[in-house]
């Protein structure tokens, strides 16, 4: 039987009974009936321990002693050994293997591990067998009061409203111990204030805040801002107990507890009387205790002799009354004003503040005098005139004043810029509007014009006023045809057809609409055609008589008298050209005569005629010029093959380049009046005089003279033909002939087909020709030393 032996007064009365006897089974193999079974079997074991108790933060300096374990079949002659496994074993707890002390060697907290498990087991120190079934027990941590009550947050923020009742909870703090509950009283947490008194209170228990004092103390308006230290304490508040505190931020929200009051009992603005409707005259403060939607307010005009000509409204931003304008001022009417102007809350709160409560102030407005431009007595002015108005004639007058005290008199003029015909003219001192030319209702029935008054000692100051005038109609224009009809008569007709139905138009607008009258005219004969009145402005066309024939006469000319009733009358004669057509029996026309056609538009016969003739010159004129310029061709450079001429040989010499400036006048080329000049000499033709000296022909021979002789007279007879030619520029021009001749005085510049090439040469005779040879002097003409590499 195995035993434990404690250590006295190592564990408390309950603790005593740790030891509890118990019985296990064992399971055994027997043979039944010829097979192998299992049964169970008791077998009895050694007394099992549940727990120890070890208190927390062990101070000592020696391994703290737990308890002692003994088998019942160690006989003390060391042949039994104790082994410790488990949580901690050989670390934290330690056994002593022959005798079964155990120990702690260091010193445990209970807040980080309340308990440890662990297995023990009793064995043969010789070979290590099992002497018991091994058993597990644990060692359990006693509390002691080691740590302080901690709150959930250092720092706590509330709110509760200003005005508030005794009792009114603000808010509830928390603090937790981490020392066991169950023992002792080390996490007894108690709830006392320490600071904030004595506006708020604590409750003990739960760590409730509550206000402490009545609605006229908790006032935001005289403090808004609280700190409360609350403090928590273990040990059931007793001394010696662990104290833990937090700080708790307490705000007054505010209540409308208060009404808006005016800063001032009586304001004065000023005004200049030009200010616009909307024009802010001034602004008026009132002011309110409470913030944010309690310090809203509303502004009105009570009473006053301005209610008309003065608003105000609340600016949202800065609470305050915007005092304008809402009807021109005058100042020589009026020049002060008086209002009663009210404050109110928006959203009054009946607990605090009567819904009623205002403040009122007086506002006290002066109109300022400003120089004013001349007032028109009227906004805009129409007027009416009749189209057959003399020139002179007055249409209407406008008027204005200077609203000023000193009354200047008003010089009126009109703005051409609305005038721009100067059909209108105004009277400088009357404003009498006049016709300065005559009028067209028919071309336009509206004039829009603009009447300027100023000043007359500050012209600076004016003002203008818009006048529409009116044309009125008179019947001055004569009824016409609406449309130039195309009319026939066919040659079957019978006498009271009707041919045609007529309508007039007309260009003036009676009041009570048109109405026509329609007659043949008395010059007109009657014994073919007649005109009858319809009597709703159309008029009919009848014939008169059996038959007609085409080949005897083509048309008709009928004379229509249109006349209107408006006074005075007005009448015109239209005439209408009927031709004589071949028709079918149901009256559709197959043919006419072309000539009526003509006739209708205008044209004669004989004018088409010459029209046609006219077309026809002008094209043989255009094709004559065109035959004319393909005749004309050019006279080739080389008639014939057999001509001495066409052996062109090029040298691709190079001329004087940029620096050869002499050679041409580009100037004459570009400017072809340059030939007028008389100073000027042509290129192309034979100078009467010499330009330059000629030069000394100092190798040039009596044959070879002979032998250029052809040459001369080739360019002499080219230049000729040129200056004679009709289609020769009228400037000067480079004119080539392609033939180099048998050679010149200098003789062939080439190496090529010159015996004396290899010999020296004397070219210093090219200086002496002129510019256009200065290149091939400089090249040429230098001393034998410049060619020496």
Not at 566 to 595: F, H, K, Y
């Amino acid at each position: 039987i195995s035993v434990l032996s404690f250590k006295a007064g190592q564990l408390d009365v309950d603790a005593m009974a740790f030891l509890k006897g118990t019985v296990g089974l064992e399971k055994a193999r027997v043979t039944q009936e010829g097979r192998d079974v299992e049964t169970p079997r008791r077998f009895k074991r050694g007394w099992m321990w549940k727990q120890f108790f070890l208190q927390e933060e062990y101070t000592g300096t020696d391994n703290q002693y737990i308890g002692k374990l003994h088998s019942d079949l160690d006989r003390g002659d060391g042949t039994v050994m104790y082994v410790l496994t488990g949580e901690g074993a050989g670390t934290i707890f330690v056994i002593d293997a022959n005798s079964g002390d155990l120990h702690a060697t260091r010193s445990l907290d209970r807040e980080e591990k309340p308990y440890y498990s662990l297995r023990a087991q009793a064995v043969n120190k010789k070979n290590g067998i099992p002497l018991e079934p091994e058993t597990e027990f644990i060692v359990k941590l006693h509390d002691i009061n080691d740590n302080e009550p901690k709150f959930e947050k250092e720092v706590y923020t509330a709110n509760v409203p200003e005005r508030s009742h005794v009792g009114t909870s603000v808010i509830q703090v928390t603090a937790h111990d981490a020392d066991d509950e169950m023992f002792g009283l080390s996490a007894k947490l108690v709830y006392s204030i320490s600071q904030g008194h004595p506006y708020f209170s604590v409750e003990s228990n739960t760590g409730i805040i509550r206000t402490a004092l009545g609605p006229s103390d908790m006032d935001r308006e005289q403090r808004e801002h609280y700190q409360v230290v609350i403090e928590a304490k273990d040990m059931g508040g007793q001394r010696g107990g662990l104290t833990g505190s937090t700080t708790v931020n307490i705000t007054l929200t505010d209540v409308n507890d208060n009404p808006p009051q005016f800063s001032q009992s009586i304001y004065q603005f000023s005004i200049p009387e030009l200010a616009k409707a909307g024009e802010v005259v001034g602004r008026v403060r009132a002011v309110d205790a409470d913030i944010g939607r309690n310090a809203e307010m509303v502004f009105t005009l009570t009473s006053g002799d301005g209610l008309d000509v003065f608003d105000v409204t609340t600016d949202r931003n800065t609470q305050e009354g915007i005092l304008t304008v809402k009807k021109p001022l005058d100042y020589e009417k009026k020049k002060s004003y008086t209002l009663q102007i009210q404050v109110r809350n928006t959203h009054p709160d009946p607990r605090f503040v009567s819904v009623d409560s205002k403040d009122s102030a007086t506002v006290r407005v002066n109109v300022e005098d400003v120089d004013e431009p001349p007032r028109f007595e009227r906004s805009s002015y129409i007027l009416e005139v009749k189209e057959d108005a003399a020139v002179g004639t007055a249409i209407g007058s406008v008027s204005a004043v200077d609203p000023d005290a000193r009354r200047s008199p008003v010089k009126y003029t009109i703005d051409r810029h609305t005038d721009v015909d100067r059909i209108f003219n105004v009277h400088a001192g009357n404003g009498s509007i006049f016709l300065q030319k005559p009028l067209d209702r028919e071309n336009l029935a509206w004039h829009n014009i603009s009447v300027i008054a100023a000043e007359f000692n500050d012209p600076q100051q004016t003002s203008r006023v818009p006048v529409y005038i009116r044309v009125l109609d008179v019947n001055d224009n004569a009824p016409t045809l609406a449309y130039l009809y195309d009319t026939f008569v066919c040659e079957n007709y019978k006498s009271g057809q009707k041919i045609q139905t007529i309508t007039a138009v007309d260009r003036d607008e009676p009041k009570d609409g048109h109405r026509f009258f329609f007659s043949l005219a008395p010059e007109s004969p009657r014994a073919n055609f007649s005109v009858r009145d319809n009597g709703d402005n159309t008029a009919s066309i009848f014939t008169r008589r059996t038959g007609f024939r085409r080949s005897q006469k083509s048309t008709y000319l009928v004379s229509v008298v249109i006349s209107d009733r408006d006074i005075p009358m007005q009448s015109s004669t239209s005439t209408l050209t009927i031709r004589v057509c071949t028709c079918t029996r149901d009256g559709t026309m197959e043919l006419c005569n072309a000539e009526a056609l003509s006739g209708s538009a205008g044209l004669s016969t004989g004018a088409l005629v010459a029209i046609l003739l006219c077309v026809l010159i002008l094209l043989l004129i255009v094709v004559l010029f065109a035959a004319l310029k393909r005749q004309k061709k050019k006279e080739p450079l080389i008639i014939s093959k057999e001509d001495v001429r066409d052996n062109v040989v090029s040298y691709n010499d190079e001329g004087g380049g940029e620096e050869d400036t002499q050679a041409f006048d580009i100037g004459a080329l570009r400017h072809p009046e340059a030939m007028e000049e008389s100073n000027k000499l042509r290129r192309d033709i034979l100078p009467s005089e010499p330009l330059y000296p000629p030069p000394p022909l100092r190798r040039a021979t009596a044959a070879s003279a002979r032998d250029n002789a052809d040459v001369r007279d080739f360019i002499n007879q080219r230049v000729q033909e040129h200056d004679g030619s009709p289609t020769a520029p009228p400037y000067d021009s480079l004119a080539t002939y392609a033939y180099e001749g048998n050679g010149s005085v200098a003789e062939s510049l080439s190496s090529l087909g010159s015996a004396s090439s290899e010999g020296a040469q004397d070219y210093n005779y090219l200086s002496e020709w002129g510019p256009r040879f200065r290149k091939l002097a400089d090249m040429y003409g230098g001393e034998e030393s410049d060619w020496d590499c």
